[in-house]
């Protein structure tokens, strides 16, 4: 009963935005750590051992810790620290489960993303309507928003089209790791094609191309092959329209140069505090709220030490799980996941879904799950691995 619990959570928990609703998001993430705590606790005789990742996690959350504690305002930053807290503890939490409890968590991963893809066709549909009648009716004048009804590109229940796209790019390949749950494919394409988020195709397809490599089944490569294929095709149909678009701020160039500007702005403030950053709390741009940039944001935050802890983390579970699909001996979820996890990755190269709860606790979950299938010993198949 408290798995299920646990899972009600884990479904629910992207139709809660974090910037609209930050009160219910706040309830929301106790709600998830209290479930977290109880599940750790009755595990706590037969979980299975963390092993060097006990290390890593120990030194990114001490990372996180020292960076608050010495910047300019300590409490703000422990505050402000709860995510990566929670993301921890999610961590922890999906690398406990069995092997029945992860197939349950894949699939409540999975009926999440293709209700909020039935939000955001619908919105595709009626929604945008609604949303200009509502901005016309308080005389709000905002260029994005505009663009977004223009260009009909989704967003619901997420503020961002960018970061609906990055979480449906990570939830997508689960679909072909749960053969009777292939069809949920079909409004999650959808909604993501709809997104029109160029980054996050690219993400996709790198990350296909990635595990394409390290495969070792044909029947692996074909499905790989064919989707990269079809995302490939959809993302320069995609560039094109948006290219001939009269708007500047809906130019894919547009884009490019704003992100350049926000990495200078956090690369200026890396400049100043290098080895323990500013704080999760304090971290802000001139131009922008986030860096759109993993790497330059964890980096302002918890300095040099985070963010080598967090690459630390990341390649201690990663690593392994590629070597298991080299080898052939990955199970579809594991495969899936670590497509998942990798596309989630490549598209914060240059947007900011990982810092948004409503996207970024999947993650922390789904990682979970995957470092605790790629450490595990591989299941017998008749003939031994080499």
Sequence with gaps: MLLYGFL???FARPFISSTTFPRADGILTLWLAGFCLLLAFLKRARAPSLGALRCR???FLGAVVISAFLSRCPALNLLA???FAAGLLLFLTGFSLTKDEKNKTAHALLYGAAAVSIVA?????YGFAHMENYLAAHHIQDEFARAYIEKRRVFAPFFSPNIL???LAMIAPLCLALP?????????SLAFLLTQSLGAFLSLILSLGIVFLAAQKTPVKKTLLLTAAG????G?????????DSSVIRQPAFSVAMRIEYWAQALAIVKECPWTGVGTGLFDLPSARHAHNIVLEIWAKTGIIGLAAFIFLAAGFLIPAARKIRLSSSSPLLTAGFCGLLAFLIQNLWDISFFFPEAASAWWLLAGMVASMSLSPSAPSGAPHP
Excluded at 236 to 244: A, P, Q
Aim: no cysteine; proline share 3%; glycine share 6%.
């Design 236 to 244: 320069i149909l995609l560039l094109w329209l948006r290219s001939g």
């Design 57 to 59: 996690v120990s030194l």
């Design 121 to 125: 066709l619908y919105q595709f549909a």
């Design 81 to 83: 620290s709860e995510r």
């Design 165 to 167: 796209a990055g979480y």
């Design 8 to 10: 009600a959570l884990v």
């Design 231 to 234: 995302l490939t095709a959809a």
């Design 180 to 188: 009777k749950n292939k069809w949920l494919l079909v409004p999650i």
